[in-house]
């Protein structure tokens, strides 16, 4: 059985928080007798990850995911519970721990902006205590696996977004950390650039059975790398689970198009008692609920004269964005 | 801490900020044209206020010279090492670029005073040490161990002291967020540091020598180079780096309990 590497228990945290009322006198009032209050942004969750499992951080803007993130790699200090990280204290950042993790954030950079990247890889290589031949040879082995090459010898100024990113995320890994900590790592990436990062951390993670945190608001991101999500509303846990068992219960139909050889086919169709959505001419277009599906198309193969169908799964960020606003989900 | 570790950090930071710096040639040559020039000027300066009077505080010019030439080494090192680090924590606070720093097993702070290095800095130190070579030899100083062991320990405290308040005004940015004017302060404090305590009143004499402690910083290693300073202030000025030292990494410490990091 796997064991947890992350084990959070009762986690809070608060901040103090200004606020400003608008237009001259607000400013004036803020600046002699400035209001502040403390804002609850995490309140009491409690979550464990295994060893070499993707979880997908899920939630709206300011929703509390990258707080939970930076009190798991221990940037934050908790206001109450308890976050154990690969058997250490986060926010007491003892050298192993920090050996063992690694952030990447997708909108803030550490590379040396004016050198190419090859510098600040063996600049980190030092921090973390590596000879210059061990350093070489994870560069070369990262660089393979992120396919860059030329790029690592031109200024980082120079360089696109993409191939920025997969620069940092060299940097990020040199010194193959046990646990990814990923802040929107493919925000502002073009298509391609996504699929080439989400690819490569999933080699990543096979390779090296490395647990990986992720936040994003992509769905593809999560959809492709994440088993499991954990959806975060308010600062509170609204669902954590498998994310296929969430999208059935978010999704429970499908929408099947049928386009039968006739029209009289098509309204033989409409009239054999199956929920129809619309009809045009020979095109009908029914709903199935997932776990009929099989049998449902079955007996409409069977029996009508089918021509072509087409099933249509709901836009995936449709159906996610209905967990963004919710508080509660059983599943 | 692993020594050998920290050195060969040290290495890599002096290489990859030199190589950084390099890639503006230019940015370099007026930086260097500015450090002379700036030198002129205060030599320039310091010799007009002598010039009715033969002595300001009990200081003859040429001994005066000294406290410039001790005063240009210490501006050389601020604009090599303090300015180029400590302005930028600043930076990494409000763009939250210190999770970086905080992540990487190595201690924070000596990752953040000496990350970068300015090397135009580097010839104002050696304005500062051609000066003071100039000083010794129209002061007539006799060059002894005891006298070098002292001036070394001296300007290494007043180094610490500087480096210190620096990092202790930056270091509030956690709480305040900016505190660049605090810094600037600071450093125009500083320029008072090129003329002699003594020609000061009573009143400034006690706030500089208390509250910001800027007569620690060039007066007391030039009286060494003068023979004119008593053990005691040797002392106190070892004492006084000491504390502040501590203190500054002490309050660091304390101070990143409430980092909270910028928002994403």
Redesign the interface.
Known sequence: MLQNIIDVRNLSKS?DISSKEPGIKGTIKHFFRRQTKSLKVIKDISFEIKEGEIVGFLGANGAGK?TIL?ML?????PSEGSILVSGYLPFR?K??F??N???I?G????L????PPI??F???A????LDKFEAKKRIKKLSEMLEIDEELFL?VRKLSLGQRMKSELLAALIHEPNILFL??PTLGLDINAQRNLREFLQKYNKETNATICLTSHYMKDITSLCKRVICVHEGTISYDGKLDLLLKKLSPVKEVLIVCRSEEDAIKLENSGFNVKNKIKNEITIKIENNSITSSLKTILNNFDIEDLFINEPPIDEVIGKVLIKKNYDI | MNLRKYLKVYKKFLHTSLASEFEYKTNILVDLITAILSLIGSIFLLSIFFQNNGYIGGWKFEQALIIQGIYTILNGITNTWFNPNLTEIVKHIREGTLDFVLLKPIDSQFFISLKKINPSGFLEIMLGFFLLLFCIRINQINLSLSFLILSLITISCSICILYSLWFFISTTTIWFVKTWNAIEVLRSFLYIGRFPLNSFSFSLRVFFSIFIPIAFITTIPSEVFLGLSQLWKILLEVIVASVFLITSRKFWLFALKFYSSASS
């Open positions: 901040f990258t930076k790699c221990g940037l934050i200090y950042r050298e192993n920090l050996k993790i690694t952030l954030m909108q803030k950079q550490q040396i902006w004016d050198l510098e600040s063996y600049l980190n030092s921090i973390y205590d200024p802040d929107e």
